[in-house]
């Protein structure tokens, strides 16, 4: 509980709820004037915390759903255990005969994934006492943020409409007035579909999860065998 809010916390689950619930809280701000003063805005942000630790279980079981859909194992497996495009065969020798030593998985004459999958628990155990340990975490935050939003793309989607729907009725049935306002609680609405349309993609969540592959693994040249 005490970690909740860490840095991975911050940016992957609690920036998946805002994403998800930022146009309705943003229209809220807009339209209701009640909720604009400081006492309000203290409980909105309670709120928010809460629905963050509720929604913290279903977000995850989401993208564990997405990544199975996605991949049929994850990249970090396939670069250091097959022969491939991503890394070059022999950064990929080098990679498997140091892990080989530093997690006693047998990678060099044995092909099994079960084994790559193992050595790779340990990276992933360790990784953070590697200098380049601040990469893996941004380019993993990066990847948790776009598979916790690729699981609840359509809700996304579905109330953004929702959202631009009910600010066009709500202008005629205010008589027409403020304009301004519904003009940019539209354009929000519009901004954050288009974000959920092109940016949370299959493409870009295999890229990101391509980025921390390599992110991993490179740590494994900075850690000394004899050690």
């Not at 953070?128 to 598979?147: D, P, T």
Request: glycine share 4%; charged share 20%.
């Amino acid at each position: 509980m005490d970690k909740f809010f860490d840095a991975y916390g911050l940016k992957v689950r609690l920036s998946s709820l805002l994403i998800l619930l930022g146009p309705i809280i943003i229209w809220m701000l807009l339209f209701v004037e009640e909720i604009r003063n400081l006492s309000s805005l203290v409980f909105v942000s309670a709120v928010i915390y809460a629905v963050s630790m509720l929604l913290a279980v279903p977000l995850r079981k989401r993208a564990n759903i997405v990544m199975k859909a996605t991949f049929d194992e994850l990249p970090t497996v396939t670069f250091l255990s097959e022969n491939n495009s991503k890394i070059d065969e022999k950064t990929r020798l080098r990679y498997c005969n140091k892990l080989q030593c530093l997690s006693g998985s047998s990678l060099i004459d044995n092909n099994k994934k079960e084994d790559y999958v193992s050595a790779l628990e340990w990276l992933k155990s360790n990784y953070h006492k590697s200098e380049r340990a601040h990469l893996v975490e941004e380019e993993n935050m990066i990847f948790g943020l776009i598979c916790n939003l690729k699981g609840v793309k359509f809700l996304g989607i579905a109330l953004n409409v929702v959202l631009l729907i009910i600010t066009v009725l709500y202008y005629f049935l205010s008589g027409r007035q403020d304009l301004t306002t519904h003009v940019i609680a539209g354009d929000i609405s519009i901004a954050f579909l288009c974000l959920w349309i092109f940016v949370v993609t299959e493409k870009n969540l295999k890229y990101a999860a391509n980025k921390y592959a390599k992110a991993l693994l490179s740590c494994i040249d900075s850690f000394d065998i004899a050690k």
